[in-house]
């Protein structure tokens, strides 16, 4: 019934049927529509790629023809903004089915989703919609996450996300919540150290102290972006560099959670790719000084 209380999901392995995500592929940038005629025209300097998945669900178009170009010479992944797993509804199986379709045309290296709620019984809200972290919103999202990777027939990364409030009922911190449904249902971890710096700054939650209790095993991607200082909060608005605070906290993440695969976002008042190769090229710099690794051993 629609207004029943969900169950809690039980725990699942997926290491032998279902693959996870594709080792360490080095730095990335998200491909947007400005820089097409670049990638289209040439083959610029980086290693992956990332993909706004529902900007890719139609049937043909310039979109497409893009993508289908750049996975000749470079590593995709598929995040997507608009699945919702943590609504108190039933997925949307025409969305799932569409990713499922799209994924298995492409193959991406990874496939990655928030951890949010975007959708009411009638009508779906187009934004990254913060959850209570109860254990309620627990077995939704644990639900749901296994709805997808059992669609998907392979492992899915969960993001956290900024907000700019908390709920009085939470009974455990994001990352808490993030490392339990990443128990019960063997998906990984895509980490935005940008998102652990802005709920910082917005509701006093110390962003070191987040990432020790994010279990190391699950992070399998980290996302790197700017964000906008306001008076009174941050922004997460994907609008310039990475911050000095942005850049010292992920530093912390490399050296707990090794070189993993990381993406400069950078989704408004989007610059040259040049741009985005310079910040690309910082992060790599970061990972290589942890692993001892020279920066071309992950330049495409």
């Known amino acids: 019934m629609e207004n029943e209380r969900p169950t809690r ?12 995500a594709i080792g360490d592929l080095g730095v990335g940038i998200g491909l947007r529509d400005p820089h097409y005629e670049a990638f289209l025209e040439g083959r610029p300097r980086v290693c992956w790629l990332e993909v706004h998945t529902e900007n890719y669900l139609g049937e043909g178009g310039l979109d497409l023809h893009v993508l289908e170009h750049v996975r000749r010479d470079y590593a995709l992944s598929f995040h997507g903004v608009g699945l919702g797993l943590g609504a108190a509804v039933p997925l949307d199986i025409w969305h799932l089915e569409k990713i499922a379709s799209l994924v298995a045309r492409f193959e991406p290296a990874h496939v990655s989703e928030h951890l949010c709620w975007s959708a009411v019984p009638t009508r779906h809200l187009n934004d990254l919609l913060p959850l209570p972290f109860t254990k309620e919103s627990v077995a939704v999202v644990a639900q749901h996450i296994d709805q997808l990777q059992t669609v998907l027939k392979r492992v899915a990364l969960l993001e956290n996300i900024s907000s700019h409030l908390r709920f009085k009922a939470d009974v455990m911190t994001e990352a808490e919540f993030l490392a339990e449904v990443a128990a019960m ?20 939650e110390d962003a070191v102290t987040a990432l020790a209790s994010l279990p190391l095993s699950a992070i399998q991607e980290i996302h790197l972006g700017g964000h906008l200082v306001l008076e009174d909060s941050i922004v997460d608005h994907h609008g310039s560099r990475v911050s000095s605070e942005v850049w010292a906290l992920y530093r912390h993440a490399i050296e707990r959670f090794g070189s993993v695969p990381t993406l400069i976002e950078w989704d408004t008042d989007i610059p040259a790719v040049e741009v985005l190769l310079q910040e690309a090229a910082k992060a790599e710099d970061i990972r290589c000084s942890h692993s001892g690794l020279h920066t071309d051993d992950h330049a495409a």
């Open 185 to 204: 249902t063997g998906c990984g971890i895509l980490l935005d150290v940008n998102n652990l710096l802005v709920n910082q700054c917005n509701h006093g």
């Open 9 to 20: 999901a039980k725990a699942r392995s997926y290491s032998v049927s279902f693959p996870r």
